[in-house]
């Protein structure tokens, strides 16, 4: 475990238009902070905020001899694979007598399965625990223009799938990619669906959120003879307190702290701004064998 008197663990956020988002992230940090009292735990944020990246390093640096980065953040894309990287190559020009490491983002694993489940569990419950059969599930995601990052989504549509009984189980994005949630309704509709359950797939509330929810009340008017639920963010579920804490324990810091990249459109043109260490000494960036 990394001794937690001489290190920083700062939480890295997206950052939300919508103030309230960028608040709930502080509440979750002060949680956190609750359960573990001795830990100094900082926030910042990659955009829309007033604590960005470089700022929210430099405070985490100061009477640090380590600091280790969580991107709180579910899909790796560009910030994750470009933004981040490149924050901390300059923090530790700026600070060389601190070490710098970087846990990988939240991911799509079964840590968050078991939220999404939850998730599940409980829409199917507000409409009655009707005949998965004829109930559609919707995971809605925030959508990316990395095809690696949407693929964490199908993957997990595919395992809740795997395990529950319902018919259709889909995905949808609310930007940038396709399907959108209007489709994707329509063709669960068509194939017979009477209930729908769609589970925002997104840590704390923002703009998309207040979006999903006007999205929602428009189809529930177009479409009144289907029952309709839909779930919430979920940051602030115990599942998520617990794969931070498992982030930190030095399992994923003594394997080199890696960001994925395998596969991804950011690669080659980060390789070419040398915004990547994509070789085998794993120096906090990105560390791959190739």
Not at 158 to 174: K, M, P, Q, S, Y
Not at 252 to 277: I, P
Request: with cysteine; net charge negative.
């Amino acid at each position: 475990m990394t001794d937690p008197r001489t290190t920083t663990f700062l939480l890295a956020g997206h950052g939300s238009r919508n103030r309230e988002g960028n608040d709930e992230i502080e509440r979750f940090a002060a949680q956190w902070r609750a359960k573990h009292p001795g830990w100094r735990i900082e926030v910042c944020f990659i955009e829309h905020a007033d604590v960005l990246l470089n700022d929210g390093l430099d405070r985490a640096a100061k009477g640090a001899q380590r600091v280790v980065l969580i991107p709180f953040i579910l899909n790796a894309a560009g910030h994750v694979k470009m933004e981040l990287p490149a924050a901390l190559e300059a923090a530790r020009l700026r600070h060389p007598d601190v070490e710098f490491v970087v846990t990988r983002h939240l991911g799509m694993g079964r840590e968050i399965l078991v939220v999404l489940q939850g998730q599940l569990d409980r829409l199917m419950k507000a409409l009655d625990v009707p005949d998965p059969q004829t109930t559609g599930v919707i995971l809605l995601g925030r959508g990316s223009s990395d095809a690696g990052a949407n693929g964490e989504l199908a993957r997990m549509a595919r395992w809740i799938f795997e395990a529950n009984d319902h018919e259709l189980v889909d995905l949808a994005f609310t930007g940038v990619t396709w399907p959108r949630l209007e489709i994707v309704v329509q063709r669960q509709i068509k194939l017979g669906m009477t209930q729908i359950c769609i589970v925002p797939v997104y840590l704390f509330t923002g703009v998309l959120i207040e979006r999903i929810k006007a999205q929602v009340e428009r189809l529930k008017q177009q479409y009144p003879q289907i029952a309709f639920a839909l779930g919430t963010h979920f940051g602030f579920d115990q599942g998520v307190f617990d794969l931070l804490d498992a982030k930190v324990d030095g399992r994923e810091l003594k394997a080199g702290s890696l960001l994925e990249c395998d596969g991804c459109k950011y690669r080659e043109a980060a390789e070419a701004e040398h915004l990547h260490d994509h070789s085998h000494t794993a120096t906090g960036s990105c560390a791959h064998a190739h």
